[in-house]
Nanobody
Framework: QVQLRESGGGLVQAGGSLRLTCTTS?????MGWFRQAPGKERVFVAA????????NYPDSVKGRFTISRDNADNTVYLQMNSLKPEDTGVYYC?????????????????????WGQGTQVTVSL
């Protein structure tokens, strides 16, 4: 069983930056970040393979967000720059035991086996 814990959320003005951290309790194949706004579905934000070599982002955050990992510390980061009000939501860290065809499947909620409790990010005008 893998346990995930997110931290680093908060309130920031538009144009600002935040770095989210996810610590894990076990080995995982791939890690992802998702965002959920009130009353909306959980949406894909970023994912990274076990090696950290390959990352995947939707167009909405490409060039602004960067996912990285430190396997020695079982930690995954999400650096968020140039934040916009539409980035507001609860950010969830997710882990997958096995994730085949990473580029095609990393963005799907159902690809992940474990989820954290989430951390709130609020971007104000």
């Amino acid at each position: 069983q893998v346990q995930l814990r997110e931290s680093g959320g908060g309130l920031v003005q538009a144009g600002g930056s935040l770095r989210l951290t996810c610590t894990t309790s076990g080995r995982t194949y791939a890690m992802g970040w998702f965002r959920q706004a009130p009353g909306k579905e959980r949406v894909f934000v970023a994912a990274i393979t076990w090696t950290g070599v390959t990352a995947n982002y939707p167009d909405s955050v490409k060039g602004r967000f960067t996912i990285s990992r430190d396997n020695a510390d079982n930690t995954v980061y999400l650096q968020m720059n140039s934040l916009k009000p539409e980035d507001t939501g609860v950010y969830y860290c997710a882990a997958a035991e096995v994730l085949l065809r990473f580029s095609a499947t990393a963005s799907a909620v159902e690809s992940y086996d474990y989820w954290g409790q989430g951390t709130q990010v609020t971007v104000s005008l």
